[in-house]
T-cell receptor, first 114, second 108 residues
Framework: EAGVAQSPRYKIIEKRQSVAFWCNPI?????LYWYQQILGQGPKLLIQ????????DSQLPKDRFSAERLKGVDSTLKIQPAKLEDSAVYLC????????????FGPGTRLLVL | GIQVEQSPPDLILQEGANSTLRCNFS?????LQWFHQNPWGQLINLFY???GTKQNGRLSATTVATERYSLLYISSSQTTDSGVYFC??????????FGAGTTVTVRA
């Protein structure tokens, strides 16, 4: 069974630029999560999708971050414009149904904003 | 959301030693999970344990929901156990909060 795929693995941009990350969850998993992990901290949930609907985006900075999950499969997370404090690892995870099941994490995208 | 505190922040073990990691949470929870993040950044679910005790090989976890804490036990530690261990609590309104983690280093 293929795991959660993410790309790119690394990205370096300058502040005020835009960036997009892509995630392909495990086939058949209805729930997809995006997390932000700042160095030295635990992951913070940004957004949770159930199929192609948003379940929770309460911690997503909506003035600059956006995410979509078209057709209930893969997802993109965009930052526009980026700030220095957005430097972090962005993790994507999926689970068959929701929080009561094991989440499977991708390898993450490491973003550095200069 | 729920406040999650983990202790100790860092732990250095000799191979073969046993250890206990603690997670305290500030409110009642729907779910409590333990994760391991290896040195390459890969995050793996270890347990989801809202209450009671579970075991998986050399790892076991106990959550005492009424006292708002959970413990992760590592027995006969191996160098592959190195990494950061996170606990995460799911509140009754379904907000997931992670602790800051315990960094474990197992020396051969």
């Amino acid at each position: 069974e293929a795991g959660v795929a993410q790309s790119p693995r690394y990205k370096i941009i300058e502040k005020r630029q835009s960036v997009a990350f892509w995630c392909n969850p495990i086939s058949g998993h209805a729930t997809l999560y995006w997390y932000q992990q700042i160095l030295g901290q635990g992951p913070k949930l940004l957004i949770q999708f159930q199929n192609n609907g948003v379940v929770d985006d309460s911690q997503l900075p909506k003035d600059r971050f956006s995410a979509e999950r078209l057709k209930g499969v893969d997802s993109t997370l965009k930052i526009q414009p980026a700030k220095l404090e957005d430097s972090a690892v962005y993790l994507c995870a999926s689970s068959p149904l929701g929080f009561y099941e094991t989440q499977y994490f991708g390898p993450g995208t490491r973003l550095l904003v200069l | 959301g729920i406040q999650v505190e983990q202790s100790p922040p860092d732990l250095i073990l000799q191979e073969g030693a046993n250890s206990t990691l603690r997670c305290n949470f500030s409110d009642s929870v729907n779910n409590l999970q333990w994760f391991h993040q290896n040195p390459w950044g890969q995050l793996i679910n270890l347990f989801y344990i809202p209450s009671g005790t579970k075991q998986n090989g050399r790892l076991s976890a106990t959550t005492v929901a009424t006292e708002r804490y959970s413990l992760l036990y590592i027995s006969s530690s191996q160098t592959t156990d190195s990494g950061v261990y996170f606990c995460a609590a799911l509140s009754n309104d379904y907000k997931l909060s992670f602790g800051a983690g315990t960094t474990v280093t197992v020396r051969a």
